[in-house]
Every structure is written in structure tokens, then in C-alpha cells.
């Protein structure tokens, strides 16, 4: 159902001329334990017929939210908000819910019933060793047979997918040997797909979703964290292809179709639809032009499907639960499982944190983990603006980081360079620098703060700013800033503090003239330093993010005496 009706309706309401959804292994395999959750949580005690109608009603709620959020996401261009979730959180994720699927279907593989509610992964390990004395042995054998002929079948190149071809040979095996009478003391016999509820036609019948307020708090938080997986999936697809194809994406329109996929899917009890990168680069290797190669791909589907779809029924349980474990086992990709690990140590922080999360909490409440702990480590970062002070060598004529044995050096004139981010959880580590470079020696005049690499100031960093102006003036010294880039500037005048430091105080970021606002800033604080007389003999220029002074024109005693008296006087 996914892949037929999701396809066709994301390609006609998406921007990519190649993208084909689907069903995806991590997305179908979080709704799977999302339902599983809110079976065992709300309705326990069903008969297996009933229940199995509840989790199509319950899985239809699910996806009806999930589309809801990605169609919003695409209606109020909020493309960017994906990028929260960082990918060390993603794998993460998706590690623990493997583990998690792969336990849940252990049950099915070797015949052991679920009694009561396991909410982590803690929990089923522990329930699972408790009754693993309870194995059905035609069920555990028909499962290891398929996990067995699955592997086998992967290392050799078949022209029909290894998953396909295990069905097909292990299926008719089961009803040759007739292992689906086979009882055990307890007189349970095999179980197969067709116990859960018949499947009576391929042609979609409405579902209506349920609706319980009481499910809300469960199906929300699952709703969002399945929602923003499957965007990051598919938005990461479709750029992928648009790279090689040239084609401008339009990622807002790509949520919106994606969402409207998802959310007619959910009135036929479909399974979610996510980017495939399989059929996709398929679709762009086989020549697709437009939107409708994915449609007809579709609708080539649905002939197969209309033939064969009534088959189903007859697969064991134990041969789909060895299918869904070799799935979730390739879920995480290797090589970005390595590389998130080995990137940073804050990266492989995050992800075994998010994983060690999927095991002690519900795997909802994990993902969130995950994202909060990957923002607080990047806001850590952000928060440590780099603080430096630069000093103006005499014998180079440069302007560059001073050396250690300067910094105690009585100047009247310090120059402090800030790059990285001033927002309120920078300010601190900003205004202690300053005052610390303040305070160290009292000889100093004046204190050129040079913005250039300053990005994101707000409120509080301009309130800290207007601080330091505050604390300088009272001991009768002076605040210039240089190098404001036009954001800065902005907020600067918005906060009304152009006027209260002084445009004289003030020097803009000149693009075509890198040089020339610390420049300006020098001869101002030079005219401000009651004992200097005159200012440098020269001009500033850019040499290799350096400033350089690189000498000018002479100027005769006279000069410099009329330059220190109006510095002096006006």
C-alpha cells in the first residue's frame, strides 16, 4: 500500500523528478514497536483477532500524526528544523531500535509467547531469559532454518531479492514437511500470518485511525520522533540524487508531498512511507525524467501485487520474524556508525548515550535524550567565544596575536580580537575576558574591541557590551569597536547603542576595504590616549589575515604637533 499509493501521491505533490518512497526498514520498524507499546500499555488481554484490528486502528493514529507534523513542517517552511537532530543522534537511535525490534521478534523466531508489559529493552532482556524454557521447537526451527537460507541467499547474487527467494523456499518446505501441525505439550502449533487476521483482498479499504485521548501522550512523542526521522531520510535522499542530476530541490515542497503521502496512507492501515535510496537511484539510473517514472513504478507495483498479494497469509510467523531481525541487523550503516564514533569525541558521546537511552527508556523518550544532549554539546561549544589580545608591533609593522611575555607589558592602547558567537550563553565567558584584560593593567586608555568573526550577538551580549562601556568610563578610560559586521551593527542600533558608545566609536566592516576600520579605529584611540602625541606614520592592509601598517607618506614635526594638540583640545 505504502509503496503504491505513498509513491505516486509524493511524486505528484513533491519537487524531486526522482525520489521514490516506500516503506523503510527504521521507520516501519519504529511503528511496529511504537504499536507494540501501546498494545501491551492499554489493551492488554486481547484475543489475537481483536487485537490485531486495535493495532491497525492504533498504527493508523500514528501515521496520521506523523503526516500532520510533515505537512505542517512543509506549509510554515520549516525544512531547517530537521537539523536538530544531529546524525550521531540518528544512529543511535536507530541502533538501540534495532536491538529492540530484533529481542521483540526473537519471540516470534523461537515460539515464546510475551506475557505482561515490557516498556524498555531492559525489561524484555530480562523477561526474555526468564522464559526462555518456554521455546516451541517447530517454531524455533523453521526460524533458524530462515535466518540460515537469509544469509546464505545474500551471498549470492540472485535476480529477485534474498528476502523474496527465503519466503518462497522456506514456505512450501513448512507445509511439505507439515510442521504447521506439529503440537507441543501445551498443544501450540505453528503460527502463521493468516492467525492474525485474514487477509481478504489487496484492493485499500478504509481505516478509520482510532481516537482515545488517553493514547495521545504515547502516540505524540513516537508521532514527532518517527516524523523527523523519516524527513532527515528522505530530505537527505532526495539531495543526494538532485546533486548528481543538477536539479534545484525544493525541500519544504518535498516535507509537504512526503506529509501528504503519509497522511492519506493512514485511512487504509498502510505502513509509513519514507525515502528509499534503493528504488530512488534506481529510478535515477534507469533514466527517469519526471515526477511520473515514480508514479508508474507504482503502478507496476500494484499489477504485481493484485496477482500474488493473497499469498501472504500463508507465511509463517517465525519466517517474517527471521525476515524483520536480518532487517533490523542492517538498519545502521557501518561506515557512518564508524565515522560518528571516530569524528569527535562528542559525537560518539551523543550516540552511545542516545543507544545506552534505548535500552533504560521507551525509544521515544531516547530520541529526545538524544537531541537535547546533542544541543547542549554544540550550545557548550558555541558558548566559548575565542577571546585574544593583538598587539601592534613596531619593528614588523603588524598587527597579530601578542606573545605571552607582552601580555603583562603596560600599553595604552589594547587591541582584544573576538571571533565565535555572542549570545546569552557566551556572555559570561566575553564580559570576564574583557574585564580581566581590563583590570590587569590600569595604565590602558583605551580598548579597541575588534568584532569581524562575531557572529549571532543579542540582547545580553549587547547589555554586556554597554557594561564594559559602563566600567571604562568610570575609571575615565575609552571604548572603540572596529570591524562590526552589517548584522552586528543592527542589533548595535536597534539596542540604541550606536549612540551611546558614540559613532565616533563605532567603525563598520568594510568588505572592499578590510583594513580600513581597524585602521580608523587606531587613529581614534590614538587622538583618545591623552599621552601620545601622534598617531602611527602609516596605513593598514590585509596580508594574509594579518593587519599590517605599511608605511606612508612622511609627515613634518609641525604636523604632528597640530595632530596632538586637536587630539588634546577637541
Known amino acids: 500500500m505504502s509503496t503504491i499509493f505513498g509513491t505516486g501521491i509524493c511524486a505528484l505533490f513533491g519537487s524531486s523528478r526522482h525520489l521514490v518512497i516506500g516503506p523503510n526498514n527504521t521507520t516501519v520498524l519504529l511503528v511496529q514497536s511504537a504499536t507494540a507499546a501501546i498494545l501491551y500499555k492499554y489493551y492488554p488481554g486481547l484475543p489475537d483477532p481483536m487485537k490485531g484490528q486495535i493495532a491497525l486502528q492504533v498504527m493508523a493514529a500514528l501515521l496520521l500524526f506523523v503526516g500532520l507534523f510533515q505537512i505542517l513542517s512543509g506549509v510554515f517552511k520549516m525544512g531547517r528544523v530537521i537539523q536538530f537532530a544531529s546524525i550521531p543522534v540518528v544512529i543511535g537511535y536507530i541502533l538501540g531500535s534495532s536491538f529492540a525490534i530484533s529481542l521483540e521478534q526473537l519471540y516470534n523466531l523461537i515460539g515464546i509467547e510475551t506475557v505482561g508489559e515490557q516498556v524498555t529493552l531492559f525489561e524484555k532482556m ?26 546464505a541467499l545474500r551471498k549470492i547474487k540472485l535476480v529477485v531479492p534474498a528476502s523474496l527467494a527465503m519466503i518462497l523456499i522456506v514456505t512450501p518446505l513448512v507445509y511439505l514437511f507439515h510442521l504447521q501441525d506439529i503440537q507441543d505439550h501445551t498443544g501450540r502449533t505453528l503460527s502463521i500470518i493468516g492467525d492474525q487476521g485474514r487477509i481478504e483482498a489487496v484492493v485499500p479499504s478504509l481505516q478509520l485511525p482510532i481516537f482515545e485521548i488517553r493514547l495521545l501522550d504515547s502516540l ?7 516524523a523527523l526521522i523519516s524527513m532527515l531520510e528522505t530530505t537527505s535522499i532526495a539531495k543526494s540524487v538532485a546533486a548528481n542530476s543538477g536539479q534545484r530541490l525544493r525541500v519544504n515542497q518535498e516535507l509537504f508531498g512526503l506529509g501528504a503521502a503519509n497522511f492519506f496512507l493512514a485511512f487504509f492501515g498502510a505502513l509509513p512511507a519514507s525515502g528509499s535510496i534503493s528504488r530512488t537511484q534506481v529510478n535515477y539510473e534507469s533514466g527517469g525524467k519526471t515526477r511520473f517514472a515514480a508514479v508508474f513504478s507504482a503502478i507496476f507495483v500494484a499489477i504485481a501485487v493484485a496477482f500474488f498479494g493473497t499469498l501472504i497469509q500463508y507465511i509463517p510467523l517465525s519466517v517474517l520474524a527471521a525476515l524483520i531481525m536480518a532487517t533490523a541487523m542492517r538498519a545502521v550503516d557501518r561506515k557512518q556508525l564508524g565515522l560518528c564514533l571516530r569524528a569527535t569525541h562528542s559525537d560518539a558521546f551523543v550516540l552511545i548515550m542516545t543507544f545506552l537511552s534505548c535500552i533504560f527508556f521507551s525509544l521515544h523518550i531516547a530520541f529526545y535524550i538524544g537531541v537535547v544532549l546533542s544541543i547542549v554539546l554544540y550550545l557548550r561549544k558555541a558558548a566559548s567565544p575565542e577571546v585574544i589580545e593583538y598587539v601592534y608591533d613596531e619593528v614588523t609593522e603588524e598587527l597579530r596575536p601578542s606573545l605571552p611575555s607582552e601580555k603583562q607589558l603596560k600599553k595604552k592602547i589594547r587591541i582584544v580580537n573576538i571571533e565565535g558567537e555572542l549570545f546569552f550563553g557566551a556572555v559570561d565567558i566575553f564580559q570576564s575576558a574583557l574585564k580581566a584584560i581590563a583590570e590587569d593593567d590600569e595604565d590602558t586608555r583605551v580598548f579597541i574591541i575588534r568584532l569581524k568573526h562575531v557572529r549571532d550577538i543579542d540582547a545580553t551580549a549587547a547589555t554586556a557590551l554597554k557594561q564594559l562601556c559602563d566600567y571604562l568610563r568610570k575609571s575615565g578610560r575609552y571604548l572603540v569597536v572596529a570591524s562590526i559586521p552589517p548584522s552586528v551593527w543592527r542589533v548595535l542600533e536597534n539596542s540604541r547603542l550606536v549612540d551611546y558608545i558614540g559613532k565616533d566609536n563605532l567603525y563598520l566592516f568594510d568588505e572592499q576595504n578590510p583594513a580600513l576600520s581597524i585602521e580608523k579605529a587606531l587613529e581614534r584611540a590614538w587622538l583618545l590616549a591623552s599621552s601620545v602625541k601622534a598617531a602611527p606614520n602609516g596605513h593598514l592592509k590585509v596580508v594574509d589575515e594579518r593587519i599590517k601598517l605599511a608605511p606612508a607618506k612622511s609627515k613634518n614635526f609641525l604636523t604632528r604637533i597640530l595632530q596632538a594638540f586637536k587630539g588634546r583640545f577637541f
Open 220 to 226: 505524540l512523542p513516537v508521532a514527532f520522533a518517527i
Open 126 to 151: 530480562h523477561d526474555f531469559v526468564r522464559h526462555i524454557n518456554d521455546i516451541h521447537p517447530p517454531t524455533a526451527l523453521v526460524g533458524v532454518v530462515s535466518l540460515t537460507v537469509l544469509f
